[in-house]
């Protein structure tokens, strides 16, 4: 009888069939823990190591499972707080399983008082036909008290992967924390090699130091296709805490059908902050960087970004229908609770909103055209775009006469990072670019001054930094495109400390070199 019923709770707590109907846990049928006290002790002492512990589903019946705390950092909760959990209903019988699936975790939502961060963003990538995890919401007790709302997640096993690919025997591999594929990631399942020798395939085609080969040898173990998809997505749905920017919260599978790795996304609570920032940020995962850092990826990425943007507007009414769901569960702990979750749940409006509204400035601005320069001649790089990385800055541009690019910071709690943008259709040749800036404060002092110039694309030739006094600053990059033609994409970055500083930038040339 146990199985049937573990099947009708996972059925209603995260239907597989339809994320986007996904039901809200019925209050009525609360999902119950049991630890008994020898487990308790066991879990205070070491909280990730799993304890055998029951659940009960209404007043249906209970099964022994294993269960661990879980959380990082200000997420992370004891058991006398509101703790998040990890259920491996197959830890202890082998053979037990909720549809097909052997874990989920119950995630206290502590990082997104709106509890809709997960849902949302796993359904984008559901929409955009990658692998996604399934998610859900519960009310649970534990031990009879009542620990409130939780955002349930489908765990990676092999009912994930039953789901998604005609093989589900290939490696399945846990990032764990901060860990890039050069690193011998933990191997959750697989029956592949354990020597982490495909790893090191992948690792090595990221690797290639020549453009078109790299991207070459990168589609031949790499479902890119799909990477292009996961990459936007992780980026466009701001996941600073991503593969992309911060080599963290990512699974990764070797698919034994097609003998390409593919990336899986993790960790999706914290989406839309800093809703501003650039579609290219600065990235830390190898695989990213390794695929950007070529002409022919920049160009698809773009592309599967436009491509993907359809996706978002519909976000605001899938935050009305959750909020629907979810408000009155939310109701019953309070009228605080409620203004809580009322006010985080318009801060994501407002995030969600002000995203669309920076992808389509981005994403939809005409394509350059091509800036054919003459041997020593120079013009005036224009048609810029701005972008706020951390914090905020209020960016103006005054494109009367010559361009001024203005960035003004005043939050005085945290550093911000702003950035302007301008893409460049450029012939073979060598080229230089001159950015003067300069600032209201004597800022441009020391090693690392708060202002740097950076490009995607062509090859560098040593950027350099000329100080001319603590309030003035020439950034200049030279750099040679070797293909018949390329865009580059030339990024002007500004950054305060905390402290109330304007820059001004301008002018910004472009100068071909002789040949």
């Not at 008290?145 to 096993?157: A, I």
């Not at 979810?326 to 809580?340: C, I, Q, S, V």
């Not at 939809?364 to 320069?373: I, K, Q, V, Y």
Request: aromatic share 10%; hydrophobic share 40%; proline share 5%.
């Amino acid at each position: 009888m146990l199985p049937s019923i573990l099947v009708l709770l996972f059925a209603i707590l995260c239907p597989i069939t339809c994320r986007a109907d996904t039901e809200f846990w019925n209050s009525s049928e609360k999902l119950k823990l049991h630890i008994g006290p020898n487990a308790m002790t066991a879990l205070r002492t070491r909280p990730r190591n799993y304890i055998e512990a029951g659940f009960q589903q209404g007043a249906s019946a209970r099964g022994e499972i294993g269960l661990h705390l879980k959380g990082n950092y200000g997420t992370f909760q004891g058991l006398e707080g509101k703790p998040s959990f990890t259920l491996d209903f197959s830890r202890f019988r082998s053979s037990q399983k909720v549809h097909n699936d052997e874990k989920v975790h119950l995630n206290n939502s502590l990082s997104d008082p709106s509890f809709m961060s997960e849902a949302l963003c796993h359904e984008l990538f559901a929409k955009a036909h990658l692998p996604a995890l399934n998610t859900s919401h519960a009310l649970v007790e534990l031990n009879g008290h009542p620990l409130g709302l939780y955002v349930v997640v489908q765990g990676y096993g092999k009912g994930f992967l039953k789901e998604y690919f005609a093989a589900y025997g290939g490696n399945l591999y846990d990032s764990e924390f901060r860990h890039d594929i050069t690193e011998p990631l933990r191997k959750s399942s697989g029956r592949g090699l354990d020597d982490h020798s495909d790893l090191a395939i992948l690792a090595k085609a990221a690797q290639e130091s020549d453009a078109h080969v790299r991207i070459r040898s990168l589609a031949a173990v790499l479902n890119l296709d799909q990477f292009y998809s996961f990459l936007a997505l992780e980026l466009m749905v701001c996941h600073f805490d991503g593969y992309a920017r911060s080599i963290n919260n990512y699974w990764l599978y070797h698919d034994p059908g097609s003998e390409k790795f593919v990336f899986l996304p993790y960790g999706m609570d914290q989406m839309f902050w800093d809703p501003e920032g650039s579609l290219f940020p600065d990235l830390q995962g190898l695989v990213a960087r390794a695929v950007l850092g070529t002409a022919e990826g920049r160009k698809d990425y773009r592309v599967r970004c436009k491509r993907l943007f359809s996706l978002f507007p519909p976000l605001t009414n899938r935050i009305e229908e959750l909020n629907l769901k979810l408000r009155p569960e939310m109701a019953k702990d309070g009228t605080n609770a409620l203004a809580r979750f009322d006010h985080a749940v318009q801060e994501l409006r407002d995030r969600v909103n002000k995203r669309i509204s920076h992808l389509h400035r981005h994403l939809f601005a005409p394509d350059p055209s091509l800036l054919d320069l003459k041997s020593d001649e120079q013009t005036l790089v224009s048609n810029w775009l701005w972008s706020i990385e951390a914090g905020t800055a209020k960016m103006t541009n005054s494109a009367t006469g010559l361009t001024v690019l203005r960035s003004r910071f005043d939050n005085l709690e945290k550093s911000s990072v702003a950035t302007w943008e301008a893409r460049l259709l450029l012939p073979k040749g060598a080229y230089l670019i001159v950015a003067r800036t300069a600032s209201d404060e004597p800022v441009f002092r020391g090693p690392n001054p708060p202002a740097g110039l950076k490009l995607w694309g062509g090859v560098d030739l040593g950027a350099q930094t000329v100080r001319i006094g603590a309030q003035h600053l020439d950034l200049l990059h030279p750099f040679r495109i070797e293909a018949d033609q390329e865009e580059v994409l030339l990024q002007i970055q500004l950054r305060s400390s905390g402290q109330p500083v304007t820059f001004e930038v301008s002018p910004v040339i472009i100068r071909r070199l002789p040949d």
